[in-house]
C-alpha cells in the first residue's frame, strides 16, 4: 500500500525559477490538499480539489498553482519561486465514496523546498 | 473566524508519566475533531471524534470529545521515548469540501 506519494522529497530552486510537485494516491480518494507548514504557522492550505477536473483555493493560494486532470494525481506548480515560498509542503487525500462519511485525511511524507 | 486552540504548545515529561493535550475551537458547522501525530515526516491519523462523551482508545493514547464545552483531550498514559512528537489537532468543516482547520501543535518530549 503505497498510500499518497509526494516526488520529489528535497529541491533547491532559484529565486524566479519555476517547478511542479506531484501527488499520486492509490486510495480511490475524491478530495485532494495540498498544505504547507513552516514553523510557528502551522499548516496552512494552498489549494484543494474535491474531484477529477476541479480545483479550488485555500488559504494562502498566491503563488501557486494547481490541476487535478486525473484522479490519483494532483499537481502544484511554483511559476517564479521567491524565498518566501522555502517551507515543507505536504500532500493529502481523503474521502472514498461509497465509504462511511466521516474519513480522516491521509498525508504524504513532503516535500522540502529551499529557494535562494 | 474559525480557529483551533491547542494546549500546551510545548511539554518535556520523563517516561511512565502520562500526559494530558489540549484542544478548543470555535468552527462553524463542526463535523468531526481529529488527532494526528507528527513526527519528522508525515502527520499520522490517530482519532476521529464525532461524538460528545465517548471515549476513543488505542493502546496507551486516549481521546475524548466535549461539543458543549467545545474542546477535546488527548491523554497518554505511562509515555515512552518514542511517544516524543508534534501533536496536531484538527476540526473538520460539514461542508462538502471537508477541509480541516488545524491547531498550531503541541510539541512533546519524553525523556528516558
Known amino acids: 500500500n503505497a498510500g499518497v506519494t509526494q516526488t520529489p522529497k528535497f529541491r533547491v530552486l532559484k529565486t524566479g525559477q519555476s517547478m511542479t510537485l506531484l501527488c499520486a494516491q492509490d486510495?480511490?480518494?475524491?478530495?485532494m490538499y495540498w498544505y504547507r507548514q513552516d514553523p510557528g504557522m502551522g499548516l496552512r492550505l494552498i489549494h484543494y480539489s474535491v474531484g477529477e477536473g476541479t480545483t479550488a483555493k485555500g488559504e494562502v493560494p498566491d503563488g501557486y498553482n494547481v490541476s487535478r486532470l486525473k484522479k490519483q494525481n494532483f499537481l502544484l506548480g511554483l511559476e517564479s519561486a521567491a524565498p518566501s515560498q522555502t517551507s515543507v509542503y505536504f500532500c493529502a487525500s481523503s474521502y472514498e465514496r461509497g465509504a462511511q462519511d466521516n474519513q480522516p485525511q491521509h498525508f504524504g511524507d513532503g516535500t522540502r523546498l529551499s529557494i535562494l | 473566524e474559525d480557529k483551533v486552540v491547542q494546549s500546551p504548545l510545548s511539554l518535556v515529561v520523563h517516561e511512565g508519566d502520562t500526559v494530558t493535550l489540549n484542544c478548543s475551537y470555535e468552527v462553524t458547522n463542526f463535523r468531526s475533531l481529529l488527532w494526528y501525530k507528527q513526527e519528522k515526516k508525515a502527520p499520522t491519523f490517530l482519532f476521529m471524534l464525532?461524538?460528545s462523551g465517548i471515549e476513543k482508545k488505542s493502546g496507551r493514547l486516549s481521546s475524548i470529545l466535549d461539543k458543549k464545552e467545545l474542546f477535546s483531550i488527548l491523554n497518554i498514559t505511562a509515555t515512552q521515548t518514542g511517544d516524543s512528537a508534534v501533536y496536531l489537532c484538527?476540526?473538520?468543516?460539514?461542508?462538502?469540501?471537508?477541509?480541516?482547520?488545524w491547531g498550531l501543535g503541541t510539541s512533546l518530549a519524553v525523556n528516558p
Open positions: 484538527a476540526v473538520g468543516h460539514a461542508g462538502n469540501n471537508r477541509k480541516l482547520i
Open positions: 486510495m480511490n480518494h475524491e478530495y
Open positions: 464525532t461524538s
